[in-house]
């Protein structure tokens, strides 16, 4: 039974990640991806990872890939300028993919990935998956938990202040003024004598 | 009851029909698979009913709230019955209509949107604890699952505004996305609080860490999560006071303006499916779930004893969906600005604020919820 959803999810999870290259409209590729990541979540559950799985779906497909649609649906792409585009750059991407291969293959295959180097989780203290993660990363590898939050927090403050710039373009509402604006502000009451009525 | 009609179908009906038709090898895996189905079928199709009557009630409250009578001509057999029979005559019309596809539209994202926007919101039930043994899928991590489904949901919603291709489909999509992602942060750190406070992600675990008395129950410790919770459950849902993706007297009827028939009806039922379920987990959360508000009160609690953990749950999920309808009722759309800076200048931090509160609540161990 796990077996059949194992393949089923596979087969899901690798035909819409070759989607995403191939296909030509941006926001189908954009919603391949996101059933891509449907299916590793999916994956991920079998291996009993309930909380990488669930945060996968709520992260990725919640929230990112929203964002990512959002953007993709308000650019105005022509589609025509894609159809010659595969055969002229298919030798360079042959070689980044390459190049990439190699390198996860030296990262993983390091001696800093091998298994024997992290501590094993004591699996016998409970059997929630998230509390077992929360544990080790809270106590064992807080350092590096603590510094990919502060690159994160760079990240962000980078991005807000790219977009706070002043330009004269943008219009914007201050809630105090709107608040305490009061009648004599808005209000003009003219009088002014009653009109004759043309014959 | 439930349990004794639960075991009759799957000894009379599913058991003879795998042992008859199944290869022997397979049997306990497809017998299991069809008691689940049962099982799912238990939830879903009492969600759908009450999603037709929770339509009829609204139209009924909300003409009570404005002097009105609301439906009260359809009926069964010759008889008026109030009404009663409106949301099954509504469903026929539905299904009757022709689902007309714009020209221009794109086609399989335009069919897909509707079922894309329903399906998390069924999904998200097999979760949800009924009573203290009655639930579907018991897993450690259901409160985390139920926020992820939630935040699935906008994808019926963008694609539909999408697909239509159409300028006010596309533009209720995009006030969507954004009034969403805002509103799912401050919803996902006031089910964090909830977490701290139970020391648990399981939904049925939550319940049972608020028992006790009415005052145990987390509403009380964690009330300004609670109202952000709800207020953010009505945004997520697009409902009034934040209907702005279907804003009818600006943009018509937003993301679904291009869809007829079963189609639309799909999206209709999505969205009361979504506030059912927000309403069942406000009562599952902080109102205690299953539990008797009369626990701990020395005569009353002997008194309902008798009394199903489930009518309870029922009743509590009443409550909130009423207030879905009475909220309609009485607030003006919210201005969409207003909206923005209601979910990320006030709730975000009001909810970040009560975190660090609840922690300390729980860290020095005040009773009575904490001891």
């Given at each position: 039974m796990t077996q059949i959803i194992f393949y089923i999810f596979?087969?899901?999870?690798l035909l819409s990640a070759t989607m995403v290259v191939v296909i030509k409209n941006p926001i189908h590729a954009a919603l391949f991806l996101v059933l891509s990541f449907f299916s590793s979540a999916a994956v991920w559950l079998l291996l009993n990872a309930e909380f990488l799985a669930i945060a996968l779906v709520l992260v990725y497909v919640g929230a990112v890939m929203v964002l990512f649609l959002f953007v993709v649906m308000m650019l105005d792409i022509n589609l025509s300028t894609f159809k010659d585009g595969f055969a002229r750059y298919f030798p360079l991407g042959i070689i980044i993919a390459l190049l990439m291969v190699v390198a996860m293959g030296m990262i993983v295959g390091s001696d800093y990935f091998a298994t024997d180097t992290y501590k094993q989780i004591d699996t016998s203290m409970t059997s929630s998956n998230t509390k077992l993660l929360g544990y080790a990363i809270y106590t064992d590898y807080l350092y590096q938990f603590e510094i990919a939050g502060a690159i994160l927090l760079v990240a962000i403050i980078a991005a807000i202040s790219l977009s706070m710039s002043k330009s004269k373009i943008t219009k914007s509402t201050h809630p105090n003024e709107q608040v305490s604006v009061k009648k004599e502000d808005r209000l003009r009451v003219v009088k002014m004598k009653t009109e004759k009525k043309e014959e | 009851m439930l349990e004794t009609?639960?075991?009759?179908?799957?000894?009379?009906?599913?058991?003879?029909?795998?042992l008859l038709i199944i290869p022997v090898n397979y049997q306990t895996e497809v017998m299991i698979f069809l008691q689940t189905a049962v099982k799912i079928l238990a939830i879903v199709i009492p969600v759908l009913i009450t999603v037709a009557y929770f339509t009829y009630a609204e139209r009924k409250v909300i003409g009570f709230i404005q002097g009105r009578i609301g439906p009260n001509r359809v009926g069964f057999f010759g008889f008026r019955l109030w009404g009663l029979g409106q949301p099954i005559a509504d469903a026929v019309k539905l299904i009757v209509?022709?689902?007309?596809?714009?020209l221009n539209a794109n086609r399989s994202l335009f069919i897909i949107a509707p079922i894309l926007s329903l399906a998390p919101a069924l999904a998200a039930w097999a979760v949800i604890p009924f009573d203290d043994t009655k639930v579907l899928a018991d897993i450690n991590a259901g409160l985390l699952y139920v926020l992820a489904l939630t935040s699935l949901a906008v994808y019926g919603v963008i694609i539909a505004g999408w697909a239509s291709n159409s300028k006010y489909a596309f533009l209720g999509a995009m006030r969507s996305a954004a009034q969403i992602v805002a509103y799912e942060i401050a919803m996902g750190f006031a089910l964090v609080g909830v977490l701290i406070a139970a020391g648990s992600l399981n939904l049925g675990e939550i319940v049972n860490a608020q028992s006790g008395s009415a005052i145990h129950w987390f509403w009380l410790p964690l009330l300004p999560l609670f109202v952000i919770y709800f207020i953010s459950g009505v945004a997520e849902t697009n409902r009034a006071p934040f209907d702005v993706a279907e804003g009818e007297s600006e943009i018509v009827a937003g993301f679904h303006v291009e869809y007829s028939g079963m189609a639309f009806s799909v999206f209709f039922m999505a969205e009361y499916a979504n506030m059912i379920l927000i309403a069942v987990l406000s009562a599952l959360l902080f109102f205690g779930g299953w539990l008797s508000?009369?626990?701990g009160v020395t005569f009353l609690e002997d008194f309902f004893s008798w009394v199903p953990g489930m009518f309870w749950l029922l009743a509590k999920t009443s409550v909130f969906m009423f207030l879905f309808l009475w909220f309609r009722a009485t607030f003006p759309r919210y201005r969409y600005d207003q909206i923005m800076r209601l979910g990320w200048k006030v709730f975000i931090p009001i909810t970040i604020v009560w975190l660090i509160v609840i922690s300390v609540l729980?860290?020095?161990?005040i009773p009575p919820w904490f001891s």
């Open positions: 596979g087969a899901m999870l | 009609l639960f075991h009759l179908i799957s000894q009379y009906i599913l058991l003879p029909l795998t209509k022709e689902i007309v596809i714009p508000p009369f626990q729980v860290v020095a161990n």
